[in-house]
């Protein structure tokens, strides 16, 4: 029996909620496939700061270099929005995906034929359907870069600043290229070149890159027309590879044209056996500890653990076959469910899913 040791990181709102359902069902497909899990949990974000005053402690950040993968839920609320920003439970975010080299985040967007209705965009706009892998990179760029207060020209003023280096680029457009080659062979980098200089780089660096890879095609587009084509367009897009800030951008927009932002997983990768799969919402703290949240983004995160740092490809499809089923079968959480449209809890969606599986 294949023994994989997974750390926890529950954090706060509906952090708890969603994990616990994504543990239940990968404990249900380990039964079914001979995979046998153990769990530890450790304290991130807000649960941090009220039971240690950090919002990332140091047994955290061991425990997950030290196990085999990583599950993690969402993190910050309004109790913890006035500490400064080094204080933050968002700050615990950035560090474990820092501390564990997490330089790429795989987010990928799909139209489920079943939400069709549940999408926002006009049927003929989504008539085809849309598969889209957001490749965002991780560790770099603004989130990372140099920020703080100084005098101005107006007085006191704050300021943060992006960086890349061509390396960073590099390591970030060569997965996407991989990730193109392995799926329609489209690839296109989203900067914005005419404005800034750091995106003039990116674009020099992937475009020098792609002489590798002949068989991908490669276009750019600018960051404020991506933003439109992808509610004008959205199947034009196969592969996205973009910079930190502008990912996290454009990967709620997607999330959004799937139907409802908790459907939507993420897999943060660091090149080597590190890994961290987390849904791309936050922690919904207007509905955290009510039953209510979407527990699918969270549960597909679980899937793509098995498939991207355990290679169970057949019991990651299992999960994802068991989703399909549900949502195909007419349930919905409250986030889907429309019209007064009989909601599920999150207890009873993972119910639905395991019962599938
Ligand atoms: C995300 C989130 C985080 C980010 C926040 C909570 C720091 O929005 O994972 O998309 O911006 O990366
Ligand atoms: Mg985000």
């Known amino acids: 029996m294949k023994q994989y040791n997974i750390a926890l990181l529950r954090g706060d709102g509906i952090g708890p909620e969603i994990v616990d359902s994504a543990v239940r069902v990968l404990k249900a497909v380990g039964e079914k496939y001979s995979l046998a899990f153990t ?33 993690l839920g969402a993190v910050g609320g309004p109790k913890w929005d006035n500490l400064a920003g080094n204080l933050r439970p968002e700050k615990a975010l950035l560090g474990i995906r820092e501390a564990m080299g997490l330089f790429t985040n795989l987010r990928p967007a799909k139209l489920y034929p079943a939400l069709k209705d549940e999408c926002p965009l006009r049927a003929d706009i989504v008539e085809n359907g849309f598969d889209i892998m957001i490749v965002r990179e991780l560790t770099g760029g603004i989130y990372f870069g140099e920020r703080g207060y100084r005098e101005g020209k107006y007085g006191q003023e704050a300021f943060d600043t992006e960086a890349y280096s061509r390396m960073e680029i ?45 068989d991908v095609e490669l276009s750019d587009m600018l960051v404020d027309n991506a933003a439109m084509q992808l509610v004008r367009n959205p199947s034009q897009f196969d592969v996205i590879v973009t910079s930190n800030m502008f990912g996290d951008i454009l990967s709620d927009e997607a999330s959004q044209i799937t139907g409802s932002i908790g459907m939507l997983p993420s897999a943060s990768l660091s090149g080597g056996s590190r890994g961290l799969y987390e849904p791309i919402h936050g922690s919904a703290p207007d509905i955290a500890g009510q039953n209510k ?21 057949t019991a990651a499809n299992a999960i994802v076959a068991a989703v399909d089923k549900v949502l195909n079968e007419g349930y919905r959480t409250a986030d889907l469910a429309r019209g007064g449209a009989s909601a599920l809890t999150t207890v009873e969606m993972t119910d639905k899913i395991i019962e599938r599986l």
């Open 293 to 313: 949240a979407n527990p699918i983004a969270t549960v597909l995160s679980a899937a793509m653990m098995l498939l991207y740092a355990f290679n169970e490809s």
């Open 170 to 214: 590099e390591r970030i457009a060569r997965v996407a290229f991989e990730t193109a080659r392995k799926r329609r062979k489209k690839l296109v980098s989203i900067d914005k070149a005419n404005v800034l200089e750091t995106s003039r780089l990116w674009r020099k660096t992937v475009h020098e890159l792609a002489a590798e890879y002949p």
């Open 39 to 71: 769990f530890t949990p450790y304290l991130i974000g807000g649960a941090a700061i009220d039971a240690c005053g950090e919002p990332l402690p140091k047994t955290t950040v061991e425990g997950c270099l030290a196990a085999d993968s990583v599950l």
